[in-house]
T-cell receptor, first 112, second 113 residues
Framework: KQEVTQIPAALSVPEGENLVLNCSFT??????LQWFRQDPGKGLTSLLL?????REQTSGRLNASLDKSSGRSTLYIAASQPGDSATYLC???????????FGTGTQLKVEL | ETGVTQSPTHLIKTRGQQVTLRCSSQ?????VSWYQQALGQGPQFIFQ???????GRGNFPPRFSGLQFPNYSSELNVNALELDDSALYLC????????????FGEGSRLTVL
């Protein structure tokens, strides 16, 4: 059974700091991994999708890496801003279909 | 291009009642999946619909059922509501099964009293 863990559970940083969020998964036989952002009481916003054959993806100030063999992914946020405050979720997909297994998220607060 | 839309946004039911939640997938997306997110947890996969057929299901009892229509919109039905069914219900659509990016709606917040 696939298990996804995200560390830390919560993080508070000053504005402008670069930060790394971690995601680990127990079954390395994945199709892809997707990072999401969730604001309180809202739905999920897709940030980055990494296919199993890729090592990393970049979008603006965000960079996600994937090391499938070790079961790890990181989300790097450069020059953090207060608007980045949200919960960040990683999810892995394995097998056919659209079943994602999610971690419990990292709650990020960027302070002025 | 419209994104994934869900209705209603909030609703309150009592234990034992039935509820129907609706989802319109993103334009051109033929695969819809539903997730349940309890407070403080990650979303849990309920089931998926592709071409109007359920073709994947998570660890949820049969009182959770669904439909997908020819226009790819979908419904989630929950019978005999229990207090633990209180959660945010999220719908996601994708252009293709298995590899494409999933796009989520804003969710329907269900409270069971």
């Amino acid at each position: 059974k696939q298990e996804v863990t995200q560390i830390p559970a919560a993080l508070s940083v000053p504005e402008g700091e670069n930060l790394v969020l971690n995601c680990s998964f127990t079954d390395s036989a994945i199709y892809n991994l997707q990072w999401f952002r969730q604001d309180p009481g809202k739905g999920l916003t897709s940030l980055l999708l990494i296919q199993s054959s890729q090592r990393e993806q970049t979008s603006g100030r965000l960079n996600a890496s994937l090391d499938k063999s070790s079961g790890r992914s990181t989300l790097y946020i450069a020059a953090s801003q207060p608007g980045d405050s949200a919960t960040y979720l990683c999810a892995v997909r394995h097998g056919g279909g659209n079943k994602l297994t999610f971690g419990t998220g990292t709650q990020l607060k960027v302070e002025l | 291009e419209t994104g994934v839309t869900q209705s209603p946004t909030h609703l309150i039911k009592t234990r034992g009642q039935q509820v129907t939640l609706r989802c319109s997938s993103q334009s051109g997306h033929n695969t819809v999946s539903w997730y349940q997110q309890a407070l403080g947890q990650g979303p849990q996969f309920i089931f998926q619909y592709y071409r109007e057929e359920e073709n994947g299901r998570g660890n949820f009892p049969p009182r959770f059922s669904g439909l997908q229509f020819p226009n790819y919109s979908s419904e989630l039905n929950v019978n005999a509501l229990e207090l633990d069914d209180s959660a945010l219900y999220l719908c996601a659509s994708s252009l293709e099964q298995g590899h494409g990016e999933l796009f989520f709606g804003e969710g329907s917040r269900l409270t069971v009293l």
